[in-house]
């Protein structure tokens, strides 16, 4: 199973832009990554009247959608737990999430200026890393916002050699 890390924090604290600019560093290190993003939302992107939707509609618990070079999987699912999802990415060398900042999981946290000033999981003991443009004193390590390529060195260091 890949080593799973989360990217948390509040709302439009950066989340999303930290880890467009973490693919691509990775995957150029050679390793094959998943996404996860939490969503706290009931969402369907099955259209309703569309053939996979009429076969969800019918009861099917699983509908995968394929063409060439993609596939698209809609499953019936009340959990949504890493746990449960991670199986889904058994061929990645690592999954990061968005989000899921309750789970058991590696977290690092993104902690913005314009946003918020304070780390919300500080006492969290999964905990690993945290991301800023604040100078922040924890006793984890503490990345700048703009520096990440050393947080792609950490978790490659932390998560990856031993793969």
């Not at 509040?10 to 600019?21: M, N, V």
Request: proline content about 2%.
């Amino acid at each position: 199973m890949p080593q799973i890390i989360c990217i948390v924090g509040r709302s439009q604290s950066g989340k999303t832009t930290l880890i467009e600019k973490l693919i691509p560093l990775l995957k150029h290190r050679g390793y094959k990554i998943g996404t996860i993003k939490h969503s706290h939302h009931i969402f369907d992107f099955d259209k309703t009247g569309k053939d996979s939707w009429r076969h969800r509609d019918a009861g099917a618990e699983t509908v995968i959608i394929a063409s060439a070079g993609k596939i698209a999987m809609v499953k019936n699912d009340d959990q949504g737990t890493l746990d449960g999802l991670q199986k889904f990415f058994d061929d990645m060398d690592l999954v990061i999430t968005e989000g899921y900042k309750r789970e058991a999981k590696p977290k690092i946290e993104v902690v913005r200026a314009a946003r918020h000033t304070d780390v919300v999981l500080k006492s969290d003991s999964h905990l690993v890393a945290v991301v800023s443009d604040i100078n922040l004193n924890l006793n984890v390590p503490v990345f700048d916002l703009e520096d990440v390529e050393r947080l792609a060195d950490f978790i490659e260091e932390t998560y990856l050699y031993e793969r």
